[in-house]
């Protein structure tokens, strides 16, 4: 059994409801039991592209999936949620990344963990605090709490 930490995010349609839909499709997944979840934030999209905000939310679950059998997963949430990607970066109707599993360091093509860009994500860090402040990054070797950083773009609804 190990501990996986992801992100979702969503800034197409119901955001809510979206990320509603794939906690509950993520709880329905044999292997995986979610734990805990944050509360939703209302953050400024990151990126280049000119976009709705996001809802953002982190969960917290235990799996006996392997890591590429999780990201399967997220995947196919994000198909069976009609995540239509038109643009790189651009609006989703539903996002799940994969940030820490357990104090494994994956390099893979189609799979980095830690996530790469998650120590300059606030719509990470935030969420991830509220239920993970004493989760070590296995890079940073620093706890969550200790990495976070406030940003009043990332609203606690
Ligand atoms: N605030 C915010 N900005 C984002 N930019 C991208 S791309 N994404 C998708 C996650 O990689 C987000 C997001 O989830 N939240």
Redesign the pocket.
């Known amino acids: 059994m190990t501990t996986i930490y992801l ?5 197409m349609g119901d955001r809510a409801q979206q990320l509603a839909r794939a906690v509950e499709l993520l709880g329905q997944t044999a292997g995986i039991r979610v734990m805990r979840v944050s509360s939703i934030y209302e ?5 280049s ?1 000119a ?1 709705d ?2 809802y ?1 939310i982190c969960v917290v679950a235990d799996t006996t999936l392997t890591p590429q059998e999780v990201l399967a997963v997220c995947q196919s949430i994000e198909q069976e949620l009609a995540r239509v990607r038109r643009i790189h ?2 609006p ?1 109707t539903i ?1 799940l ?1 994969i940030l820490m599993v357990d104090d494994y360091v994956i390099d893979e093509p189609n799979l980095q963990v830690p996530h790469p ?1 998650m120590l300059e ?1 606030s ?2 860090l935030i969420p991830l605090n509220e239920i993970a402040a004493d989760a070590v990054h296995p890079v940073a070797k620093k706890r969550i709490d200790e990495l976070v950083y406030d940003d009043p ?2 609203r606690k609804l």
């Open positions: 992100s979702l995010g969503s800034n953050t400024a999209p990151v990126g592209v976009q905000d996001f953002n970066w651009g989703r996002d990344d860009f994500r719509f990470v773009e990332v």
